[in-house]
């Protein structure tokens, strides 16, 4: 099982990014997803999850900034970045809680990371 993150870039204040994380391998069942980042000095935060119903929670930092949202089809979630910040610049990581078909218990997997820079 593997998850690729990818999308990340250098964009100016005010601009906008997506996010994309695709979940690949012999996956069961596919539950939450969620975005967290990753500040120079400061610890992972989450930013927003979705269910696999498609009911969404944001920090409030991005509230109406960003759009989460997944097609279960592609096993692919999406992170919407619009109205961007100097302070959003983070390395974003993508997590999933999962079954393997091989398994019966769910376990979190995380991507390698995207980094997005905002410049003033």
């Known amino acids: 099982v593997q998850l690729q993150a990818s999308g990340g870039g250098l964009v100016q204040a005010g601009g906008s990014l997506r996010l994309s994380c695709a979940a690949s391998?012999?996956?069961?069942?596919?539950?939450?997803m969620g975005w967290y980042r990753q500040a120079p000095g400061k610890q992972r935060e989450l930013v927003a999850t979705i269910t696999s119903s498609g009911r969404t929670n944001y920090v409030n930092s991005v509230k109406g900034r960003f759009t989460i949202s997944r097609d279960n089809a592609k096993s692919t979630m999406y992170l919407q970045m619009n109205s961007l910040k100097p302070e959003d610049t983070a390395v974003y990581y993508c997590?999933?809680?999962?079954?393997?078909?091989?398994?019966?218990?769910?376990?979190?997997?995380w991507g390698q990371g995207t980094k997005v820079t905002v410049s003033s």
């Open positions: 391998g012999s996956i069961s069942s596919l539950y939450t």
């Open positions: 997590n999933a809680r999962l079954v393997e078909r091989t398994g019966i218990i769910a376990y979190d997997y």
